[in-house]
């Protein structure tokens, strides 16, 4: 090899070596072509979290003693009691997953920043809140409820087809039905009437009152009822592939599978179903809070 060919191929090696350098800068250097982001730990190897979805808010003036209906396809529910004379209605598209990418079909999201359809209304039976029916393909929208009432309140009609529901310091008459999820219920006084399909109900009803009823079912789940340690009532009580358990005593031998008997002086009827799971009535650990109902 000639000495001007091996000169020109030693030029030719240096620069690529030397265009390589520049692409190769340290990432930890202040160039602003690198993103930098900060672990919890201090670090700067973690990937950016997702943002939040986007919210939905409304606050309606109402007089206690209302009726509040609402319906949502997918997503948890929350409902609890406030001194406000208002019904507070946020509904948020949970976007933060960093197991999986979500869609915007998964979110009803048709962009960044944009809320989760919620229709809000007064009927004539009360306030009805609800998302739209979905009839793609695949899962519904998700969206997560957040919803505070006047603690005298009427929560009928409320339905969820996938999602948990949470409810607490609210008295009035409670009617709702859950599909796929758990029903937690604290601090309540009043009636109740609750299905649950797949899935598991804890509720506590304190003050318990003549008139009162409460009529829990599950298809596929516990039942736990948590009443007032000095409560009286009548039982009936059906867990046929489980078993029926009491801190009260029933008058009968427990566990069994079905129990008809009374809690104390009896009072209210009290009705409970497990179709596939156990039931239990248990002492509640606390007394009336601020959903007390008032003296009649």
């Not at 208002?86 to 979500?102: D, M, Q, Y």
Request: aromatic fraction near 4%; glycine fraction near 12%; proline fraction near 7%.
């Amino acid at each position: 090899m000639s000495r001007p060919i091996a000169k020109a191929l030693a030029a030719a090696a240096a620069a690529a070596l030397c265009v390589s350098c520049i692409l190769i800068t340290d990432p930890a250097g202040d160039d602003p072509g690198w993103r930098n982001i900060p672990d919890r730990d201090g670090g700067t190897s973690s990937p950016a979290p997702r943002p939040s979805g986007s919210q939905f808010r409304r606050t309606i003036d109402v007089a206690p003693g209302g009726t509040l209906s609402l319906e949502n396809d997918y997503g948890d529910v929350s409902i609890s009691g406030w001194e406000s004379e208002a019904v507070e209605v946020t509904a948020k598209s949970p976007l933060a997953e960093p197991e999986r990418s979500v869609s915007a079909r998964e979110t009803g999201r048709t962009g960044s920043g944009t809320a989760p359809r919620v229709e809000v209304r007064e009927t004539g039976r009360g306030l009805l809140v609800r998302t739209p029916t979905y009839e793609g393909p695949g899962r519904p929208p998700a969206v997560v409820f957040d919803v505070r009432v006047p603690h005298s309140f009427d929560l009928t009609g409320v339905r969820i087809s996938e999602g948990d529901l949470d409810i607490e310091d609210v008295y009035g008459r409670l009617d709702v039905s859950v599909d796929a999820g758990t029903l937690t219920v604290r601090n309540f006084s009043g009636t109740v009437r609750a299905a649950v399909g797949t899935g598991g109900a804890d509720v506590e009803v304190l003050d318990l009152r003549e008139g009162d009823e409460i009529s829990i079912t599950a298809r596929q789940g516990d039942i736990t009822l948590r009443l007032e340690a000095g409560a009286g009532a009548i039982v009936e009580a059906d867990a046929p592939r489980g078993r029926v358990s009491s801190d009260f005593d029933l008058g009968r031998e427990l566990p069994a599978t079905t129990v008809k008997g009374w809690i104390g002086q009896g009072g209210p009827t009290i009705l409970l179903r497990a179709s596939n799971g156990s039931v239990r009535i248990v002492k509640s650990a606390g007394g009336p809070g601020p959903a007390a109902a008032p003296d009649k």
